[in-house]
């Protein structure tokens, strides 16, 4: 059973995933943050892979993203600095990235390296639904490989029931339709954007990501899914290691 699978069987209620770009703050950082963060009690971690044009994420991940690749942190060097991560922890690992870099190095390719290191799963926010079951499902399937799919307040229904019928993991509920970033409480709005995907049974369980930044977040979102996903503002404290 993929590691991902077993967390959540293992465990239903308050998972702690964090985010963090990949060759941030410094190039070489990327196992030691993951060693910490293991170590200190984190369920899961989304490894992000630096894009210079990052839509989905706001100024923090913007920003980490240009200064890992000024670093010179790539994909190649990555799975590279990866290749003994399984002797450092078993805790589900996820990295997290844009279309094109990934389609660069080759789908197949990256799926058979993410599988020869341990990788679990990935999340790709800018790959369209059909695209992705047309072309690439296929393949990550083949190497055991769980695909993340997004849906957001404006997410129809039957796309969520379309998203949850293809996934086998858990369905990232991004938190609001902007992009990432640090917020210190949800709305009213957002409460009920959570009540209502709650409500609507899903086979998978959900995580609640963008926003997530202080226990008053993390505990809402606990509320009305599996967990929640901390990112910008878990990437805003490694500026204090540089």
């Not at 990788?119 to 690439?136: A, W």
């Not at 369905?171 to 409480?185: D, E, P, R």
């Amino acid at each position: 059973m993929n590691r991902i699978n077993k967390l959540f069987s293992a465990k239903k209620e308050n998972i702690f995933s964090v985010y963090f770009t990949a060759g941030y703050p410094n190039l070489n950082d990327t196992v030691e943050i993951i060693r910490q963060l293991a170590q200190h009690g984190v369920d899961m971690i989304e490894i992000g892979i630096p894009f210079s044009d990052p839509l989905a994420d706001g100024p923090v991940i913007q920003n980490s993203s240009r200064i890992a690749l000024q670093n010179g942190m790539s994909q190649k060097l990555l799975f590279e600095q990866l290749k003994d991560i399984r002797q450092i922890t078993d805790i589900p690992l996820i990295f997290m990235g844009y279309v094109n870099p990934i389609l660069q190095f080759g789908f197949e390719q990256f799926c058979s390296r993410a599988k020869e290191i341990g990788i679990d799963g990935f999340i790709i926010p800018d790959l369209p639904m059909d695209e992705y079951l047309r072309e690439f499902k296929p393949v990550s399937d083949r190497y055991g490989l769980e695909n993340i799919l997004l849906i957001t307040p404006e997410t129809p229904e039957k796309r969520i029931r379309m998203i949850d019928e293809n996934s086998n993991g858990f369905i990232y509920m991004v938190s609001s339709a902007s992009t990432t970033g640090v917020q210190n409480s949800f709305s009213q709005e957002k409460e009920h954007y959570f009540e209502r995907i709650k409500n609507m049974n899903l086979k998978n369980p959900t995580l609640v990501g963008f926003g997530i930044s202080n226990k008053e977040t993390f505990e809402s979102a606990c509320r009305h899914s599996s967990g929640a996903i901390i990112g910008s503002a878990f990437v805003k404290c490694l500026v204090g290691i540089q």
